[in-house]
């Protein structure tokens, strides 16, 4: 991301304005996506808090009336990848090449990854439940789904904020979906539910 | 009594013939996930138009997409920002600019 000169931007009032404006509104999204990604308080702390200052230093290198939201979770995923994702707390992490390439196998075809199980017993999860599927799957998979069915962001806008082609997104959120109804439908198994 | 259809393949739907297994699943289901994040293409929406009131399997897997996505974003906690975090990044700005 290239740093712009102050003298050349906005403003000292200005950054604040545009700061305030654009990009504390979308706070409680980015604190969830944080927290989500690392799983641990303090960390989410620490990330949404460097996320905000490099914002505001690079605020000239945003454009006002762009998507704010997307470039704010770039960046946080930025900074989790370079900063967090080597001391996470994260348990029994796996590798995210290893399974995508374990996925992307020719031995192991999409047909053989259709996950039976029922709707309603989806809907009698509660919540706790169903983050803790989630929260198993490897953080790339979580990211995507994430981006997507929590924060209602686009294939592109996904694309964008983890740079990656729109046919990678497609490919990883489907990916991603396959092994979060097998996780869903392990913790529907063992909750007694009919599945 | 009726003698109800237990054809493994097909019944009867309202004069359609219902498919209870998909030969073309796994693209079905990439074609449902597609329309449910609203990225289909038409010509993926004519697929999904033309195989969704026949499809036995599909129908299912459309209620459990739509189930699971609805869970993802309405069950799932959300915590708010604590406020002691805002405001320190508050602090910080401003200090950073003196």
């Known amino acids: 991301m290239p740093e712009t000169s102050k003298k050349e931007g906005h403003s000292s009032d200005q950054r604040y304005e545009v700061f305030n404006r654009e990009f504390m509104p979308h706070i409680d999204s980015m604190y969830n996506f944080a927290f989500r990604l690392t799983m641990d308080e303090d960390d989410a702390h620490d990330l949404v808090q460097d996320t905000y200052l490099k914002a505001f230093r690079f605020i000239n290198s945003f454009e006002v009336g762009t998507n704010a939201k997307a470039w704010l979770f770039r960046i946080l995923k930025n900074s989790f990848i370079n900063d967090y994702r080597k001391k996470s707390k994260e348990p029994s992490k796996v590798d995210y090449q290893e399974v995508e390439t374990t996925y992307n196998s020719e031995d192991t075809p999409d047909s053989a990854h259709t996950v039976d199980l029922r709707a309603d017993a989806v809907q009698d999860l509660i919540g706790d439940e169903v983050a803790n599927a989630l929260n198993a799957l490897p953080v790339d998979f979580r990211t995507v789904i994430i981006l997507c069915d929590i924060e209602g962001f686009t294939y592109e806008e996904m694309a964008k904020i983890l740079d990656i082609p729109i046919g990678t997104v497609r490919s990883r959120l489907h990916r991603a979906r396959n092994l979060l109804k097998e996780k869903l439908k392990s913790y529907a198994g063992s909750m007694g539910y009919d599945i | ?98």
């Open chain 2, 1 to 98: 009594m009726n003698t109800p259809n237990i054809n493994p393949v097909e019944s009867d739907c309202g004069g359609k013939a219902m498919k209870h297994t998909c030969e073309h699943h796994e693209e079905c289901m990439k074609i449902i996930q597609l329309i449910l994040d609203g990225e289909a293409t038409e010509v993926e929406k004519d697929h999904f138009r033309n195989n969704i009131d026949i499809c036995l399997p599909c129908i299912k897997s459309l209620e459990l997409e739509k189930c699971i996505k609805d869970s993802l974003c309405n069950k799932i906690e959300k915590r708010p920002c604590p406020e002691k975090l805002v405001a320190l990044i508050k602090e910080k700005i401003t200090s950073s600019e003196e």
